[in-house]
Nanobody, 117 residues
Framework: VQLQASGGGLVQPGGSLRLSCAAS????????ISWYRQAPGKQRELVAS???????MYGDSAKGRFTISSNDAKDTVFLQMNSLEPEDTAVYSC????????????WGQGTLVTVSS
């Protein structure tokens, strides 16, 4: 499984941004795709997850502001981020877990989101 994240950039506080995570390879084996973020000097944190059955889960920082979704082909996962704050500045990375496909954990490269006026 290969993951390609895109969509990061500079946005003003209160603005919106949509990130994309394109998956390729053995997509059928993916059980969930998640977005994580890591700000400078901080630990990596879970932003949102989408499971194979369509269920979603959000980290506390994302609730009410971010939405995770996928396209019909289930090969791209989006993270719609609204009401962005400077505290959302971080490198956002996508991650996939596939319980039956070694090495089971797959990371894409990160995309930088900077929220600043």
């Amino acid at each position: 499984v290969q993951l390609q994240a895109s969509g990061g950039g500079l946005v003003q506080p209160g603005g919106s941004l949509r990130l994309s995570c394109a998956a390729s390879g053995s997509i059928f084996a993916i059980d969930a795709i998640s977005w994580y973020r890591q700000a400078p000097g901080k630990q990596r944190e879970l932003v949102a997850s989408m499971f194979k059955n369509g269920n979603t889960m959000y980290g506390d920082s994302a609730k009410g502001r971010f939405t995770i979704s996928s396209n019909d082909a289930k090969d791209t996962v989006f993270l719609q981020m609204n009401s962005l704050e400077p505290e959302d500045t971080a490198v956002y990375s996508c991650y996939a877990i596939a319980q039956h496909l070694a090495p089971y954990h797959f990371w894409g490269q990160g995309t930088l989101v900077t929220v600043s006026s």
